[in-house]
């Protein structure tokens, strides 16, 4: 059965989650005659998985992070508000910098920026 109204997620369960990215922002994976299926850029779907907040995503946070090649969790973390994404734990996203790069970076980056971090905790 197809339905009248424009579903937004194949999986409704995940609708709750976060906010569908905006079409024109996507890319067009599958078009079917009752079917469009669209991919969100993977910079976008790491701001949703750090929107979500949920631990079993920062391994993906850290992948999608090195994938990218982010080095900057400040300039960072502004681009993805300036995406509308505002909910994010800065905590977390540097959670995500440390599965990416490692323990050792994250304490260097602790040492060089203490005194702008402490504006944010």
Known sequence: ???PQKLL???NNFA?????PPENICEMLYQFSNL????????YVLG?????GREQDLKDIGLIIQ???????????????QQGFSRIDFSMLLEGFSYAYGMDW???F????????????
Do not use: G
């Open 36 to 43: 469009i299926v669209y991919v969100a850029p993977i910079r």
């Open 9 to 11: 997620w194949l999986n």
């Open 106 to 108: 994250l304490e260097k």
């Open 67 to 81: 994938h990218e090649d982010f080095k900057d969790p400040f300039e960072l973390f502004d681009r993805l508000q």
């Open 1 to 3: 059965m197809v339905h």
């Open 110 to 121: 602790y040492k060089e920026h203490e005194k702008q971090l402490e504006t944010l905790f």
């Open 48 to 52: 949703m998985k750090l929107e979500s």
């Open 16 to 20: 709750n989650m976060n906010n569908a």
